[in-house]
């Protein structure tokens, strides 16, 4: 399963390459713009999440490790220094990986683009192939990875792969915290998550609310079934959410203005306090 709408990704990748460029302190002409964007590679996205799903599931703590431990790997085919860190959960040590281009004016400062690795399903133990759920957000930090490495930056960019997205965030949780000791100076994060979303609305999409999940979950389910058919009669099928909190509007609106001046793209700015 690659993610149902390519359309999205390579805006995606699109979006990163012109925004992260102005966020670190570059600036760009139109034509330089185009030249960033067009070296986007549909078959790498293909590639990764091809990769991705031949783990047949990421929920497990063996298999989300192996899925760090191959992203880490093609890190540092493209040169790219890379390396894992681990955190504590349940009496087990678990991986978050990291990459990082490095800044020539302004090293210490930093822009993040983060990805979850992880999948979930009703039961992960039979498959959870995460093909969109985040399957297409890995592929495309990696091909935002791979087209920035050769442009000069004046800001660090740091890739971070985090594990048990779907278990509470605690794999972010556990990096927040050692940047918090670090007193990192992290100036802006990217988050791509979830590209190629596309639900079919079948009788399989209501066995969310059919599980023996908790009636909480089942109702969260209901509504985004809802909330997915309505939007789909009343947005156009391309949907683009770019989603920050107050504070960061401002990066909410150079994202959102850079994907609608490169693509036809319904494109959505989504601002609060809630944007996760």
Request: aromatic share 8%.
């Amino acid at each position: 399963m690659y993610p149902a709408n390519k359309k999205i990704c390579l805006v995606m990748l699109l979006f990163s390459a012109v925004f992260l460029l102005p966020a670190l302190g570059l600036s760009e002409t139109l034509k330089e713009k185009l030249q960033t964007a067009s070296k986007v590679r549909v078959d790498n996205l293909r590639s990764t999440i091809v990769s991705l799903e031949q783990f047949k599931e990421r929920s497990s703590h063996a298999k989300q490790n192996q899925a760090v431990s191959w992203v880490n790997d093609e890190f540092k085919k493209m040169g790219i220094d890379s390396w894992i860190e681990t955190y504590e959960s349940n009496g087990r040590t678990w991986y978050n990986g990291f990459a990082r281009i490095k800044g020539q004016k302004k090293p210490s400062e930093m822009i993040m683009v983060i990805a979850h690795i992880d999948s979930i399903t009703n039961q992960p133990e039979l498959g959870a192939p995460g093909a969109d759920d985040n399957g297409s957000g890995i592929a495309a930090l990696l091909e935002c990875a791979r087209i920035i490495k050769g442009i000069p930056l004046e800001k660090s960019v740091q890739f971070c792969i985090f594990t048990n997205e779907e278990r509470g965030l605690k794999g972010s949780k556990a990096f927040v915290q050692k940047a918090k000791n670090e007193r990192l100076n992290i100036q802006a994060v990217i988050n791509i998550d979830a590209l190629g979303y596309d639900l079919k609305i079948t009788p399989i999409s209501w066995q969310y609310i059919r599980s023996n999940q908790s009636l909480k979950y089942k109702a969260r389910s209901a509504y985004r079934i809802t909330r997915n058919i309505l939007s789909g009669i009343t947005e156009r099928k391309n949907l683009l959410l770019v989603a920050g909190r107050p504070q960061d509007a401002s990066l909410v609106k150079i994202a959102a203005g850079n994907i609608r001046e490169f693509s036809e793209l319904s494109t959505r700015e989504v601002i609060t306090s809630d944007c996760g």
